[in-house]
């Protein structure tokens, strides 16, 4: 549950804590732009619950 809260509040924090550092780059890169949000948001839901399952 916390990890699907920081992957909506801060995706590249949950791809770092996945130890995905490359993943979480970009995914700084792309939560830096408003429209690069909600895809940066989605990409760390999907690498957090496939690590989950």
């Known amino acids: 549950?916390?990890?699907i809260l920081i992957c909506f509040?801060?995706?590249w924090l949950a791809m770092f804590l996945r130890g995905?550092?490359?993943q979480g780059i970009?995914?700084?890169i792309l939560?830096?732009?408003i429209?690069?949000?909600i895809p940066a948001t989605i990409w760390?839901?999907?690498v957090t619950r496939r690590e989950a399952a």
């Open 26 to 28: 970009l995914c700084i």
């Open 20 to 22: 995905k550092v490359f």
């Open 44 to 46: 760390a839901l999907v």
């Open 31 to 33: 939560h830096l732009t």
């Open 1 to 3: 549950m916390i990890m």
């Open 35 to 37: 429209i690069g949000w």
């Open 9 to 11: 509040l801060a995706p």
